[in-house]
């Protein structure tokens, strides 16, 4: 049963931006932590960005620090990874994810134990 549901994907230019939105119904935010993940062709799962419920602190992947932005918005159970400056090499299936007590970024994923689906972001020359 998926309980996380991504969207917001498509395709889009270098240097543009798009919005990734996670719909979790449901879902209890005042322990624990949420994140963003990522696969593209070839490679391994990396962890872009975390937030953890009761602190709202925020980590980042080395590759988007600067250009990606995770928030969350408690009244709607919905987590968001705004993207700007966008480059070919983010080009990847993201995945939003749930952990109970911590949240890894990079290489490899720890901890996650409640996955989404996935959506597909494309990003061109």
């Known amino acids: 049963q998926v309980q996380l549901v991504e969207s917001g994907g498509g395709s889009v230019q270098a240097g543009g931006s798009l919005r990734l939105s996670c719909a979790a119904p449901?879902?209890?935010?005042?322990?624990?932590?949420m994140g963003w993940l990522r696969q593209a062709p070839g490679k391994e799962r990396e962890g872009v960005a975390v937030?953890?419920?009761?602190?709202?602190?925020?980590y980042y992947a080395d590759s988007v620090k600067g250009r990606f932005t995770i928030s969350r918005d408690n009244a709607k159970n919905t987590l968001y990874l705004e993207m700007n400056s966008l480059k070919p090499e983010d080009t990847a299936i993201y995945y939003c994810?749930?952990?109970?007590?911590?949240?890894?970024?990079?290489?490899?994923?720890?901890?996650?134990?409640?996955w989404g689906q996935g959506t597909q972001v494309t990003v061109s020359s």
């Open positions: 994810a749930a952990a109970p007590s911590f949240c890894t970024v990079g290489y490899p994923p720890r901890g996650y134990n409640l």
């Open positions: 937030i953890y419920a009761s602190s709202g602190g925020k």
């Open positions: 449901g879902y209890t935010s005042t322990r624990g932590c």
